[in-house]
């Protein structure tokens, strides 16, 4: 048999298996829906009933009020007894924490309470009527109420009660009935705030709440009170409240040490002291009992229920109390502490002990922190292997474009000699397999060092002397420009050995980890609090503040298939909890194939929402674009847009400007700067991506969604346009493509963007329509003469309109993205 400490804990603890595990699951949104907010918030009591108590939970309730309710106060009055407020209080507080169902089985605890004390109460009907009262006052409810006045107008109903029965049934004065009415129900009052604080510390049991010391010492009050129900009770002269009370404070002071367990032991006392005349004899053994349990806690339950067993002993030689059913009492309390399993005793120290769940909850921080910081290094990881699987695509081309080497200079060798020759005709047409032949061993015999003239050139070659010295200058020529190309493999192989020296840059990742991320501790209690009091289950929190200050919460739950559980049930609460507006962001919902778990971020809402859409066209006769664009919300709350247009047209620019996008796209992702980005596509581009000059633009936007900050980054872009209300606004730039310069030529614009504003980013192609080349005006004057406001039809228009300033035909590759910016 255990104490109801621990079965009520227990219980707590396993609530679990009892109660409906929610799933979510929700696609990325920046802003709460106000028409789900306020069905939730209206249906607040609807989910209320809804919560039913598990059978045990109940159980355990109905039990704690029927105990409390037998206790009493003893009085020294002639014409009362005693008093037994306590079931009445609990009974208030229990009505307003659970549903009407289970208020009125609690109810019916209490009532069975009173009645069990008939013959020791004269007053027992009058607490049976006030308790019959308030559970029907649970079935009463007055729109617009608030709850202090609804909670002075019951404690007013039952002071009329007491009044009317003390009247009217036992025939009081007034004097008399109004003054101790009036003295019980003040009473009433003070015991009615500690057992709403008590029982509001109760549903904070398994979850990542602190408990103070007030709190663990309110609800050792109810506890306290509930082993003082059980009365005189005794089996074979042993009081089965006193052998309760004695294993309870045991199991405390060696769970939570000896001062909680000493102040476990004077509340016991003092609450059975009232209702005896006994109180300083039992305050002095149950406290002292408690103090020698924690003081040999660290020696093991053994030496520990000894030295109790002994002081227990010890104190009753002294009151001259000690008899069998005394040593009787202390030794079933020793007995029941000693089973009680070491587990059960290390939850208790784990939810209650402050220093044991801090540092459980330092370990499980660090491990939350170092699952964010791995995801931040793996992005770092995948920007190193895009990087270097664009390097392996340059080997390649290279490659492509030596494969011909051997012919090209037969053929630059024999256009230099035999041009002019008046054997042309023989050699190069009746006996090309073995002119061929010979020219090419010369040549291989040249690059060898061996300048042996083939034997087949020697009767045939009326130009000996002009072969042997051009062919000497053909093969230094190429050994050079071999020489050259070998150079710019090993420059390309360094760049490729470099990367792992990138590394480094993960050092200021790690700074920027441990100086940007601030753990949110009061922000995470009050959402663990939230999801606790609507139910709301999940396997993991994290509340920090990223680098710019923005506050976000990770949530890991289970996966809902769909239903947008997140949306619509978990960001309402979370809104509520912490008084901000929040949104879903990131990329929405994130389900782990292997464990089935939804990670959701949630951060603070922006102030922008960013719509964009791309319309494009080849080079006539040309199957493949050379422009390249990117445009979508990155982690930090900015949202990029990119246009990268590939010097010519065809597949081989396209490639540069996609290069060029996909680089910026990742480093963007990962948490770098634009700047930082860009330096590491110029280190790229500055390699060449073949042997002729090849360069690419970039017209790149990063717009802050919080502040409504864009900034305009150019590097040999043509003007990007900004529509405003009642104006234009042309960024225009005289800078150096990529790849020219060993550092970039950036050109940066800093402006402010407001709702309704519409950004046009396009190539050259767009601009270079008509006998003018880089039109710009055309644009600026379509823009401030249209009505289109939607950003997939504004884009096609402009393309199409580009089309027929040029004839109808596409001489460059057009590339047009437009975005919108919107108000939330």
Not at 487 to 503: D, I, K, P, T, V
Not at 600 to 629: H, M, Q, R
Request: hydrophobic share 40%; proline share 2%.
């Amino acid at each position: 048999m255990k104490t109801v400490l621990m079965t009520i804990i227990s219980s707590k603890l396993c609530y679990n298996v009892f109660t409906f595990r929610a799933r979510g699951n929700t696609a990325m949104q920046y802003g709460a829906n106000v028409e789900s907010f306020k069905r939730i918030k209206n249906s607040k009591e609807e989910n209320e009933d809804k919560a039913v108590n598990s059978p045990v939970i109940l159980l355990l309730k109905i039990l704690c009020v029927f105990l409390i309710s037998r206790v009493v106060i003893t009085l020294d009055i002639t014409s009362i007894d005693n008093i037994a407020p306590f079931g009445i209080t609990i009974v208030m507080t229990m009505l307003e924490k659970n549903t009407k169902r289970d208020g009125v089985v609690i109810c019916l605890g209490a009532i069975i309470g009173y009645l069990s004390l008939y013959k020791s109460n004269s007053e027992v009907m009058m607490y049976i009527v006030i308790v019959s009262v308030l559970m029907t006052t649970r079935f009463i409810t007055i729109k617009g109420l608030k709850s202090r006045i609804e909670m002075l107008i019951k404690f007013a109903i039952i002071f009329a009660a007491m009044c009317f029965y003390r009247m009217i049934i036992n025939n009081f004065s007034i004097g008399t009935t109004v003054t101790i009415s009036m003295i019980q129900t003040v009473l009433m009052y003070p015991i009615y705030y500690i057992f709403k604080f008590s029982l509001n510390c109760f549903d904070d049991i398994n979850t990542n709440h602190y408990f103070t010391n007030e709190e663990i010492i309110s609800m050792m009050l109810i506890f306290c009170l509930a082993l003082a129900g059980i009365g005189t009770v005794s089996v074979y002269g042993v009081g089965i409240r006193n052998v309760l009370a004695l294993a309870g404070i045991l199991v405390i002071a060696y769970a939570l040490g000896g001062p909680l367990g000493a102040a476990a032991g004077v509340i016991i006392g003092v609450i059975i002291g009232i209702s005896t005349n006994n109180m300083m004899q039992i305050i002095g053994i149950y406290g002292l009992c408690a103090l020698t349990t924690g003081i040999f806690k660290d020696t093991g339950k053994l030496f520990a229920s000894i030295a109790c067993f002994i002081m227990y002993l010890i104190l009753n030689i002294y009151s001259k109390t000690l008899n069998i059913q005394v040593i009787g009492e202390i030794s079933a309390a020793v007995a029941i502490f000693y089973i009680v399993p070491r587990d059960f005793l290390g939850t208790i120290t784990k939810e209650l002990d402050n220093t044991v769940k801090e540092d459980n909850f330092n370990i499980f921080h660090f491990n939350k922190l170092k699952e964010e910081f791995s995801g931040r290094l793996n992005d770092f990881t995948e920007v190193i292997s895009s990087m270097s699987m664009i390097i392996d695509e340059l080997q390649d081309n290279k490659k492509l474009l030596m494969q011909n080497k051997g012919a090209a200079l037969v053929e630059q060798l024999g256009d230099r000699v035999c041009d002019n020759c008046d054997m042309k005709n023989m050699c190069w047409k009746r006996e090309f397999r073995e002119t061929y032949a010979d020219f090419s061993e010369l040549i291989q015999n040249y690059e060898e060092g061996n300048k042996r003239f083939p034997a087949g050139l020697e009767k045939r070659c009326i130009k000996k002397f002009n072969l042997i010295k051009n062919t000497d200058e053909i093969v230094e020529s190429h050994i050079l420009n071999e020489v050259w190309k070998n150079r710019l493999e090993e420059g390309r192989r360094m760049l490729a050995s470099q990367l792992n020296s990138m590394a480094v840059t993960m050092g200021e990742l790690v700074d920027d980890f441990n100086n940007d991320i601030v753990i949110c501790s009061d922000i995470e209690r009050d959402v663990f609090k939230a999801l606790n009091r609507y139910n709301i289950k999940y396997d993991d929190v994290l509340c920090y503040n990223d680098k710019n200050g923005r506050l976000n919460i990770k949530i890991i739950l289970d996966e809902c298939g769909g239903c947008q559980y997140c949306v619509k049930s978990i960001l309402p609460v979370i809104n509520q909890a912490i008084g901000a507006e929040m949104a879903i962001g990131g990329d929405g919902c994130v389900i782990d194939p292997v464990t089935k778990k939804c990670t959701v971020l949630i951060e603070e809402s922006p102030k922008f929402y960013v719509s964009s859409y791309c319309a494009s066209a080849c080079k006539d006769d040309e199957n493949y674009t050379g422009d390249s664009f990117t445009f979508g919300k990155s982690k930090d709350g900015r949202y990029t847009i990119a246009i990268s247009d590939g010097m010519g047209s065809g597949p081989e620019a396209g490639n540069e400007s996609k290069a060029i996008v996909d680089l910026i796209e990742k480093f963007t992702k990962a948490g770098f700067s634009d700047l930082t980005a860009i330096d590491a596509v110029n280190s790229i581009m500055s390699m060449k991506f073949s042997e002729d000059e090849k360069f690419a633009t970039l017209d790149m936007q990063d717009i802050d969604l919080y502040s409504g900050e864009i900034t305009f980054i150019k590097i040999g872009a043509v003007e990007t346009f900004v529509k405003k209300a009642k104006s234009i606004q042309v960024i225009n730039s005289k800078t150096l493509p990529f790849g020219i310069l060993d550092k970039p030529d950036v050109d940066i614009v800093e402006k402010k963007v407001s709702g309704g504003d519409i950004i046009v980013t396009v190539s050259d192609g767009i601009l270079d329509v008509g006998e003018t080349k880089n039109n710009f005006q055309w644009l600026s004057r379509y823009l401030m003469e249209t009505d289109i406001k939607d950003p997939k039809q504004l884009s096609r228009e402009i393309l199409e309109r580009a089309k027929e300033m040029n004839g109808g035909k596409v001489k460059d590759d057009m590339t047009v993205v437009v975005s919108k910016v919107y108000s939330i």
